[in-house]
């Protein structure tokens, strides 16, 4: 008879992947400032997704400070590999930018400044991965564009749908039959918060 681990939680925060200096200085400044990010678990995910999709464009709703473009965008194949990141605040953009420079990422990184459900219309695509992480009542709204810019068969990945705000979302992309999705609620260390939900889903339509 199979037993499961005890205290889970103590158990798999041991194995939290490592980071450079620059992602934990981030990680820092966002527990300081209280920026939320998706933290060294999914920033991780983030970057096996990208490669093992064999992703040359990708498209993040949501830079904040950069965090989780500095673990896309290195999860890029090619040379000619390109990551467009959207974000409404032009502060944060800002240091973003500054953040993805320091990375050595700045030729492969495109941030656009804007509100990001009228930046997604000015788009062409097509990319091979979406990752949705802006305001959580956005995300209906933004589903209909990330259909239209993601190829077929190209991975959409969304943040923190366990939030009141990604119910409406939820439900959509459960009953929209141009999509294949799963939704894991997970333990997931130093997230914020660390117990949320993720969406998976493939354009099949």
Partial sequence: ???MITDPE?????FIPPRDKL???????????????????????LYILARATNSRTVLELGTATGYSAICLARGLIGPDGKLTT???????????????????????VEV??????QLLQTLEGPYD??????DKEDYAAALPECRRLLRLGGLLVVDNVAF?????FNHMIFSDRSWRSVVLYSFLPQHAPEQDGLTLAVRIE
Avoid at 95 to 107: M, P, Q, Y
């Fill in 1 to 3: 008879m199979a037993y």
């Fill in 10 to 14: 103590s158990y798999f925060r041991r």
């Fill in 129 to 134: 991965v979406i990752f949705m992480d802006i």
């Fill in 86 to 108: 959207l974000e409404r605040d032009e502060t944060m953009a800002t240091r973003a930018s500054e953040n993805i420079d320091r990375a050595g990422l700045a030729d492969r």
């Fill in 23 to 45: 992602l934990l200085e981030l990680e820092r400044q966002a527990q300081e400032e209280n920026v939320p990010i998706v933290g060294p678990l999914v920033g991780e995910l």
């Fill in 112 to 117: 656009r400044v804007g509100e990001v459900i």
């Fill in 164 to 168: 009141q705000g990604a119910k409406q």
